[in-house]
């Protein structure tokens, strides 16, 4: 089975403009959570979708969205960027053992 | 609130020498505990994980114990070596379901020949 993709792999943004990253996950998971990595704080989680769905929310601001399409695929937006924006943004996935969530290479994103 | 603590932040070791990194968890309802491994430019890998219905869980040469009186659990590394380096981090989660994973900071092994 093919792992977790995600595009772009690198993206560099100015402040003020958005941007939207696409996860698509292991072939048969219906859940994709998206997580925030950087230096200072480390992996924290930002949203869950489940069947088109959003399931769990992290303590981030209303910047930050997503959504999951009908084939699982989930993307998520970040509008007016910010320079503490940049990170390496990972997608994780998980199938019938929901506990259970493997994770794509990230896209790391640099707001200049 | 929800945290994990990790320790130690480095490790350095001789390959075929152990490791061993330690987390405590502040949530008394988390009930699953992953580690994941991540090197250099990719994301996380989950090399094992336990729930707290078990003590210990071994494969090969990894192994984690888990104590949920003391809020503790431990990866255990044996025979290491110099493609065991990377960054490792333990995590958990209240749920069986999909539910958020609260990760540590982060432990940078480093496994010298």
């Known amino acids: 089975k093919a792992g977790v993709t995600q595009t772009p792999r690198y993206l560099i943004k100015t402040r003020g403009q958005q941007v939207t990253l696409s996860c698509s996950p292991i072939?048969?998971?219906?859940?994709v959570s998206w997580y925030q990595q950087t230096p200072g704080q480390g992996l924290q989680f930002l949203f869950e979708y489940f069947s088109e769905t959003q399931r769990n929310k992290g303590n981030f601001p209303g910047r930050f969205s997503g959504r999951q399409f009908s084939n699982s695929r989930s993307e998520m937006n970040v509008s007016t960027l910010e320079l503490g924006d940049s990170a390496l943004y990972l997608c994780?996935?998980?199938?019938?053992?929901?506990?259970?969530?493997?994770f794509g290479p990230g896209t790391r994103l640099t707001v200049t | 609130g929800e945290n994990v603590e990790q320790h130690p932040s480095t490790l350095s070791v001789q390959e075929g020498d152990s490791a061993v990194i330690k987390c405590t968890y502040s949530d008394s309802a988390s009930n699953y505990f992953p580690w994941y491994k991540q090197e250099l430019g990719k994301g996380p890998q989950l090399i094992i994980d336990?729930?707290?219905?078990?003590g210990e869980k071994k494969d090969q040469r990894i192994a984690v114990t888990l104590n949920k009186t003391a809020k503790h659990f431990s990866l255990h590394i044996t025979e290491t070596q110099p493609e065991d380096s990377a960054v490792y981090f333990c995590a958990a989660s209240r749920s069986y379901n999909t539910d958020k994973l609260i990760f540590g900071t982060g432990t940078r092994l480093q496994v010298f020949p």
């Open positions: 072939s048969g998971h219906r859940s």
């Open positions: 336990i729930r707290s219905n078990v």
């Open positions: 994780a996935s998980s199938g019938d053992r929901e506990y259970e969530q493997y």
